[in-house]
């Protein structure tokens, strides 16, 4: 064999060797993509998003990655960027993706979309949206408000008066009426402005109202706004609020009452098992029966929440029994969105 012969079987060798170990990334192995509006950072409920994503990834074995938005053009950036990855789920949270999703969506039929909370119209078959009943909790927020009201006058502050609020606030005010027809449900207090999900002043000051007007507990149903409830509740004894989404109880230990929670780090590994066995829903409600949403209350951690109901055991009870009967269908709570 001639040493030019001997020099190419060499260079052939190596170069088979180095293909054995070099093995190409595959599609299927590609991560999970949490996309968020905004950057996680104190936030709890986009934290529980980011919990979600992670079981979910290691329970199918791959990796997890999050993509932070700080305003629109960011948002569809970083949509983009988990489609150009080949990620095999990308999910979102919030009706901010709304638009996006419906935009790029159908151009990628090879990935899969989840929406979080929210939904598109005639979403196209690699969309899949897990969104809440929040009917059910704000109806137990209500029983749990007037069970324990010393004034006999309860309110609720929503950020802005759109048909989706109007499931935690009319829920409310029904689950209050419910236990107590003579209570008195003040009208909804709307924050509104340039910014309702983000202006804690306002909140405080339409929280400050309904205090003048005799409430003694306040849901708060105001995202980032709910601060300005907290801290107005805060400022008068014997009044309490009900927090939304997270546990907002150490936010103004001792005036808070309780949390109505969602989900997500239950209800985002449970979407994308769906999808990757081929059974999911293009839309899947989640409500108190699949575990998607909680009241404080009823959580065995109760002691341990810091919230004030707790030490609350009679109306714990009483509360128990209600949501039993709405997960049995006993109690059927009419969806505002649906009217």
Request: glycine share 10%; with cysteine; charged share 20%.
């Amino acid at each position: 064999m001639t040493t030019t012969s001997k020099f190419l079987n060499i260079c052939l060798g190596s170069a088979l060797a180095l293909a054995l170990l070099w093995v190409p990334a595959k599609a299927e192995d590609a991560t999970y993509v949490l996309v968020t509006p905004s950057r996680i950072g104190v936030n709890k409920f986009l934290g529980l998003g980011k919990i979600g994503i992670e079981k979910a990834a290691e329970a199918h074995g791959v990796k997890a990655r999050i993509f932070e938005g700080t305003d629109p053009s960011t948002r569809r950036q970083n949509v983009q960027a988990a489609i150009d990855m080949k990620a095999q789920i990308i999910a979102v949270m919030g009706f901010e993706f709304g638009d996006i999703i419906a935009d790029l969506a159908p151009d990628y039929p090879e990935s899969n979309f989840v929406i979080i909370d929210t939904c598109i119209p005639d979403a196209p078959k690699n969309v899949h949206c897990a969104v809440f009943r929040e009917q059910e909790s704000a109806y137990l927020a209500g029983a749990e408000a007037a069970l324990t009201s010393s004034s006999n006058t309860v309110g609720v502050i929503g950020a802005l008066d759109i048909p989706f609020l109007h499931r935690y606030t009319d829920s409310f005010a029904l689950g209050a009426k419910a236990v107590r027809s003579d209570i008195n449900v003040l009208p909804t207090s709307w924050i509104g402005g340039d910014n309702p999900f983000q202006d804690p002043v306002r909140a405080q000051t339409q929280a400050a109202l309904q205090l003048a007007n005799g409430a003694d507990r306040i849901y708060a149903v105001a995202a980032g706004s709910n601060g300005g409830v907290f801290k107005a509740v805060a400022d008068k004894p014997g009044a309490m609020a009900i927090g939304l989404d997270v546990n907002q109880c150490g936010d103004a230990p001792g005036a808070i009452l309780d949390s109505t929670l969602k989900r997500v780090d239950v209800i985002l590994p449970a979407t994308i098992d769906g999808i990757l066995k081929g059974s999911a829903k293009p839309v899947v409600g989640f409500g108190l029966a699949e575990g998607g949403l909680e009241l404080l209350a009823m959580s065995p951690d109760v002691a341990a929440s810091g919230c004030a109901v707790a030490k609350e055991t009679e109306v714990i009870g009483k509360l128990k029994e209600i949501q039993a009967r709405i997960v049995s269908g006993a109690i059927a709570i009419p969806d505002p969105m649906a009217q």
